[in-house]
Nanobody
Framework: QVQFVESGGGLVQSGGSLRLSCATG???????MGWYRQAPGKQRELVARIDPLRNSEYIDSVKGRFTISRDNAKNTVYLQMNTLKPEDTAVYYC?????????????????WGQGTQVTVSS
């Protein structure tokens, strides 16, 4: 069963913006949600996390540029990405994540979707 469907990726020039969307099932509105990314040859990493009360956290490299949000009425989680850099190039995934674990140790709770490709050209 598909838990999450990511969309909104694409090719953008350095400095540009994209907004990713993640369609989820209604069950996940009670969970913290995260956006991950995986660049070629690298491990998947958690980029941003938002809890059910909409408190958010980010890795240092995207702070001030990315914003995670959620619309529980639409069962959708978003990632607004501004001032994109070539190093942001990756496949982006969303998933439910552990809420109380430290950000870096937060584990994904469900199976992965197909992700959405983000490519930033220099």
């Amino acid at each position: 069963q598909v838990q999450f469907v990511e969309s909104g990726g694409g090719l953008v020039q350095s400095g540009g913006s994209l907004r990713l969307s993640c369609a989820t099932g209604s069950i996940w509105k009670l969970y913290a949600m995260g956006w991950y990314r995986q660049a070629p040859g690298k491990q998947r990493e958690l980029v941003a996390r938002i809890d059910p009360l909409r408190n958010s956290e980010y890795i240092d490299s995207v702070k001030g540029r990315f914003t995670i949000s959620r619309d529980n009425a639409k069962n959708t989680v978003y990632l607004q990405m501004n001032t994109l850099k070539p190093e942001d190039t990756a496949v982006y995934y969303c998933n439910a994540v552990q809420q109380k674990a430290p950000f870096r140790d937060s584990i994904a709770l469900a199976t992965w979707g197909q992700g959405t490709q983000v490519t930033v050209s220099s």
